[in-house]
């Protein structure tokens, strides 16, 4: 069996770009690569640009590792920027032709293949699903669901960086959905000077890399500003290229928001009609894309595969809370794994923590692992130390740091505002038999399936109730780990991933 991955980014990006969904698909490549009847192909699109030329084409990735270097591709100079918010609301997003006869031949070059499978459709115009269905009927066109770029332009339902989207209202809050954004061509030229950079042999992180890109693009831009005052060429503005003013927004998108309607009514309707299945990475999101449009009977559950699955194996669940020394009050280890942001409910977390009353407080400790804020935020983390009885914090962490970050942690949080698909977070403390304290939002609140361990997303009140009960031994984990969902293992994966590949 043949079989061609897509994801806007390579999966092994030198920049760590793609988040959870770069790791799942590492970890795919590896996991079926140790299977003899299948052979895997990978693309990207969206991020690799030409300084000069504008004109799409593919090639054979001339960056990064050399880590199967001879199956990984990518498309330069794709129609549609990636991430979805370089090209917020264009048009290029439902059609590029020229992208299009790109991924076409590259199709035919590579192949033939006997399946598709898209773990996104960011960097790619959705026509691109009736091409390839109208070339090779045979081919089965597989689509994962990770997050919710067919529905939302801004891929996660969350408005105007700071609030879960709860009524789209026929496209009109997409109309200043997002409060920044950037010259497409700008964004363009950036992405050429690392993409020069990186074909030239340069690795970013590395000294010449960074400041090579820096003053390259800060020159880069001011040139572009004074060649166009010089030849008194206004500054042309696409719909992906718009700023926050409202009135430049207006003056290209009709305020009743039609362009954002159409666009969600054209990707669901081409998933439906040309993709064979869409993989739902938890219930959550088989019913949120459901609620959409995506046709029941397409859309199945499948819980990603993860390498950290065999810790389950290896774990055990342990007493919380802790017993304490003689004399003293039981305590808690939190930990909070990812990143400083809004909509992963980090800030709703420290508000949280800040707040807890003291008789509480003294008892708790917490484990931040997430790269720095900034300076606010930081002092905010050192000053909990003098609310709560220890704060341990670390500046990220690699997969080789989970074991030692995680071994005086207690009760797992995912605090998220959005409705987080599947976190990779959840399922790496899940799998260490860690009990996961979680919003009622997204998927990770399934793998305990404890109502008990649930609270309502951004609710203080609710989020103290459960720390308390926490504290007082109110929470039954016998029954919670008697009806937890075991991680699923990359073998595991595989072979559901067959058998959807073969039906």
């Known amino acids: 069996m043949r079989a061609l991955y897509y994801n806007w980014v390579d999966y092994l990006d030198d920049e ?13 490549m590896q996991a079926l690569g140790q299977c003899p009847e299948t052979e895997l192909t990978f693309f990207s699109s969206g991020v690799s640009y030409d300084l000069v ?52 031949d590259l199709i035919d070059a590579t192949g033939p293949y006997d399946v598709l499978h898209l773990n996104n459709l960011e960097g790619l115009p959705v ?35 700071r609030m879960s989207c709860v009524d789209f209202d026929d496209g009109r809050n997409c109309v200043h959905c997002l409060p920044e954004r950037h010259e497409t061509r700008n964004l363009q030229l950036a992405a050429g000077l690392s ?35 010089l030849r008194g060429v206004p500054r042309r503005v696409r719909l992906s290229a718009i700023g926050s003013n409202p009135g430049e927004l207006q003056a290209l998108l009709p305020p009743d928001g039609s362009p954002f309607l159409a666009r969600r009514a054209q ?14 990475v938890s219930d959550a999101v088989r019913r949120l894309a459901v609620g959409h449009g995506i046709d029941p009977t397409l859309a199945q559950t499948s819980y990603i595969g ?9 774990t055990s669940p342990r007493a919380i809370p802790k017993a304490p020394p003689q004399g003293s009050e039981p305590e808690l280890t939190l930990g909070y794994l990812g990143y400083m942001r809004r909509d992963k409910g980090f800030y709703f977390l420290l508000q949280a923590l800040e707040t807890l009353p003291a008789p509480l407080a003294r008892r708790v400790r917490v484990v931040i692992a997430a790269r720095r804020g900034d300076k606010t935020t ?34 797992g949080l995912i605090p998220v505002l959005w409705h987080d698909n599947l976190p990779q977070v959840a399922l790496e403390m899940h799998a260490r038999h860690i009990p996961l304290l979680c919003a009622d939002m997204g998927g990770a609140q399934e793998l305990g399936n404890c109502p008990e361990m649930v609270f309502p997303a951004g609710d203080i009140a609710a989020f103290h109730a459960r720390i308390e009960a926490l504290l007082e031994g109110a929470v039954d984990f016998d029954s919670y780990w008697q009806g937890a969902r075991p991680p699923v293992n990359m073998a595991e994966h595989r072979e559901a991933l067959l058998q959807y590949y073969k039906a």
Not at 146 to 159: A, I
Not at 215 to 222: E, I, T
Not at 387 to 408: I, K, R, S
Request: glycine residues 8%; contains cysteine.
């Open 16 to 28: 760590g770009r793609g988040g959870g969904v770069s790791v799942y698909q590492r970890n795919l």
């Open 53 to 104: 030329s504008r004109a799409p084409r593919w090639e054979r990735v001339r960056h990064g590792p050399d880590q199967d270097r001879d199956r990984r591709y990518e498309i330069v100079n794709s129609g549609v920027l990636a991430p979805a918010h370089h090209s917020y609301g264009d048009p290029a997003q439902l059609s590029h032709p020229a992208t299009e006869e790109v991924v076409y």
């Open 127 to 161: 026509s691109v699903l009736e091409g390839v269905k109208a070339r090779w009927p045979e081919m089965r066109i597989v689509l994962s669901l990770h997050n919710y770029y067919p529905f939302c332009s801004q891929v996660n339902f969350w408005h105007q960086e």
């Open 195 to 229: 993409y020069r950079l990186k074909a030239a042999g340069l690795r970013p992180g590395s000294w010449v890399f960074d400041v090579l890109l820096f003053w390259s693009l800060r020159f880069g831009a001011h040139g572009a500003r004074m060649l166009r005052r």
């Open 267 to 280: 990707m669901v309707a081409t998933i439906n009609t040309f993709c064979d299945v869409v993989l739902c």
């Open 306 to 314: 993860t390498r950290e699955a065999e810790r389950f194996e290896k």
């Open 378 to 411: 930081m002092g905010r983390v050192a000053a909990l130390g003098k609310h709560l009885a220890e704060v341990d914090y670390a500046n990220g962490y690699g997969h080789d740091d989970l074991d030692q970050l995680l071994d005086q942690v207690d009760v």
